[in-house]
């Protein structure tokens, strides 16, 4: 106990150098908490978009930007439902408008009588009338624009009519809404268009993977099959940015934040030179020195991973205010990355440490003794 009281002290002689050191690896560390968390829930979000409702996987066009662009014809969708094997293919079209709330409002376009393979659960109201300019939206949605039954919504120009809200479990889905496939062609000017296809195989399909892979070679590769959130990187480059971001931040942080921990703990060891000689002489061994400095760049590094993760749990806390961020993921808490945050503080403590506790336990005591 008195040795880690002693760490404890070192480290505070010099506060506010303690402090800054902190300050500077808790943001770090607070951006990769935070990064985490919204990636996770993107990926949950794009594994429900994905695998929505009853589908057992989607289709949508290969090698483009962004998955917004995809492009599947008629004619694809018409060959997609006389394929062996396939119970239903239903066509979904993503369209974008505006609202005061929620600059990315996501409009979904589908036929009424399909609605079912999409997983909407209409809790209030009725499904839309194809001939007429009617409406489902979100139940998140309609929380966040203060909307009910029977109220009037603007998109692109036009005037619909709210008949229904639905939930789906997935925020995407319901931070948006339901309209007519026709209709929404016509609005985004993709007549005979649809963004992506939701497919349910038979019974006779054991193998789903095999069976997506097999798909895609008889579109000739024109067109991607997506069973789990990791086929998402073939139509979007979204996900794999952020993870590239995350991973980087990642590595700055312990190379900026090892800098900072060694600056620190080389000052510390310093202006305690004549000390550390004195430890020395009085029988203290070189282990005992080496655990010492050690200590003291670990406790840095733990205070770092506490006031990192607090910071990063309050940007998220932030964010989620937003009606916008609310419409796209659900944050995702997972224990990993609560590991990387403290692996990453761990790291950091380690490398900026080792030289400066290795080089006290350099010190001749005769020679630290004299050291003014």
Do not use: C
């Not at 429900?48 to 409702?53: M, N, R, V």
């Not at 952020?242 to 931040?249: E, G, Q, T, V």
């Not at 990642?250 to 004195?278: D, H, K, P, Q, Y």
């Not at 993760?309 to 937003?322: A, D, N, P, S």
Request: zero cysteines; hydrophobic letters at 45%.
């Amino acid at each position: 106990m008195a040795f880690l009281k002693l760490i404890f002290k070192n480290i505070f002689r010099q506060k506010w150098r303690t402090i800054l050191t902190v300050l500077g690896i808790s943001l770090g560390i607070g951006t990769i908490v935070t990064l985490g968390i919204l990636t996770g829930g993107l990926k949950q979000t794009l594994e429900k978009t994905i695998k929505t409702g009853e589908a057992d996987f989607s289709v949508a066009e290969a090698k483009v930007a962004d998955f917004a662009f995809s492009k599947i014809t008629e004619k694809q969708l018409e060959k997609m439902r006389d394929t062996e094997g396939i119970k239903e293919a239903v066509g979904v079209l993503f369209g974008f408008a505006q609202t005061q709330q929620n600059p990315f409002f996501i409009l979904y376009g589908i036929k009424s009588k399909e609605t079912g393979l999409l997983g909407v659960d209409l809790t209030k109201g009725r499904t839309f009338r194809e001939s007429k300019n009617e409406i489902v939206i979100g139940k998140i949605a309609a929380e966040n624009m203060k909307l009910k039954v029977g109220d009037k919504l603007p998109v692109k120009e036009r005037s619909f009519k709210i008949v229904g809200i639905f939930q789906t479990g997935n925020p995407m889905q319901d931070g948006g809404a339901i309209v007519s496939l026709k209709k929404l062609q016509a609005m985004e000017k993709k007549k005979g268009q649809v963004t992506m296809v939701l497919v349910k195989v038979t019974d006779h399909v054991k193998d789903i993977e095999k069976f997506a892979d097999d798909f895609e070679e008889k579109f000739g590769n024109q067109l991607v099959t997506l069973v789990s959130v990791e086929d998402y990187s073939s139509v979007d480059q979204g996900l794999t940015i952020i993870d590239f971001l995350s991973s980087a931040i990642s590595i700055l942080a312990v190379v900026i934040g090892g800098i900072g921990v060694m600056n620190t703990i080389m000052m510390s060891v310093f202006e305690r030179t004549r000390e550390i000689g004195i430890l020395r002489a009085i029988g203290w061994k070189r282990r005992r020195v080496l655990s010492m400095i050690l200590g003291e760049s670990l406790l840095l590094g733990i205070l770092s991973i506490i006031i990192g993760t607090i910071l990063g749990l309050l940007v998220i806390q932030y964010i989620m205010t937003f009606p916008v961020a609310q419409s796209f993921f659900r944050p995702d808490y997972s224990p990993q990355v609560f590991v990387n945050a403290i692996v990453v503080g761990i790291l950091v403590s380690l490398v900026g440490g080792f030289y400066p506790a290795f080089r006290a336990t350099r010190f001749s005591p005769a020679v630290a003794l004299r050291y003014e």
